[in-house]
């Protein structure tokens, strides 16, 4: 495991690099830019002198591959400099951020997890029920459906109509003190809209593997001896199916990413999908390109995780991958 685990980390940094030159790369050729939106509304009554001395002053009047390698050498030294459109360090923004994101994404994979294994295992015992047939049908149609769409038949249904939850944001109203309890009661909605998003896989997963599992031989020989149902199903079944399940805990974490970027935003939930648009838009690179390696990261971290878990699962993969 140290051994996988070292060269996954080898083989990650030129990937680390790629992407924070291809961002800063894509952001200068977008039509944004940085100098007005860093001036906000000043910028539009603005002269071309003064516009052109705060570019000097920004560094924006330099190359994006100088820009680059200077963020680079920073970066490198723990320094990930300064935000222009959130006027901050970059490591305070990511700092603020990155744990309510953590929290959101956490919650939600957990309900996927749980909710889908469940679901997909009283599929699978009875393949072509009443049961099976409608949450099949369920997780087809959301796995069509879009994140922010479900967000905002959840805001309408549960906040709107029914007046159960709170639509959006991490507190009832601004100036409330911070406390586990409204954190709590204002996960509730973008958690499970985030979860359910993700589910239909999970469950299509289990569903299929269990179901094959049912039918192998070593199932038959144990339900021959007499064994339990609840046993059989638990101890053979789960366990065979469950491994074609376990790769897709790495190939999930980008589109988790991105459904949360989403889902934040709907919900107007303080994690990093605001400083994430913000930084796209104002071609703020600095943080731009420090929420790409983040979540760059985050996806490498996953896959490791999946091939670690299999190799854990089944023996006989190991981990010479």
Do not use: C
């Amino acid at each position: 495991m140290a051994r996988m685990a070292a060269r996954r980390a080898l083989a990650a940094v030129p990937v680390l690099l790629g992407v924070t030159l291809a961002v800063f790369a894509v952001a200068a050729a977008s039509p944004f830019d940085p100098v007005k939106a860093y001036a906000g509304t000043a910028g539009l009554t603005a002269s071309q002198e003064n516009l052109d001395q705060l570019r000097a002053n920004l560094g924006a009047d330099r190359p994006w591959y100088t820009r680059w390698w200077e963020w680079l050498g920073h970066a490198l030294r723990g320094d990930l400099g300064d935000s222009g459109v959130m006027r901050q360090p970059v490591a305070d923004v990511v700092a603020e951020r990155i744990g309510w994101s953590a929290l959101l994404a956490g919650t939600a994979f957990l309900v996927a997890i749980l909710l889908g294994t469940l679901l997909g295992v009283l599929a699978a015992r009875r393949r072509g029920g009443l049961l099976d047939r409608a949450v099949s049908s369920l997780a087809y149609t959301l796995e069509a459906a879009p994140a922010f769409w479900l967000g905002l038949l959840a805001v309408w249904f549960f906040a709107l109509e029914l007046g159960a939850l709170p639509p959006g944001g991490l507190t009832d109203t601004a100036g409330d003190t911070v406390t586990a309890g409204q954190v709590a009661t204002h996960l509730v909605l973008p958690a499970l809209v985030l979860g359910l998003s993700q589910l239909p896989w999970f469950f299509l997963y289990v569903r299929q593997g269990v179901g094959d599992a049912l039918d192998e031989d070593p199932v038959r020989g144990a339900r021959a001896r007499g064994l339990a149902e609840r046993t059989v199903l638990t101890g053979h079944a789960l366990r065979s199916g469950m491994l074609p399940m376990l790769t897709l805990v790495g190939s999930r974490i980008p589109e988790l990413i991105t459904g949360a970027l989403l889902v934040e935003t709907v919900f107007s939930w303080p994690g990093i999908a605001a400083a994430t648009v913000q930084a796209a838009v104002s071609a703020d690179f600095p943080l731009l390109a420090a929420l790409t390696v983040l979540a760059t990261a985050a996806v490498l971290l996953g896959n490791l995780l999946s091939d670690l878990l299999y190799g854990l699962a089944d023996p006989r993969v190991g981990f010479d991958g």
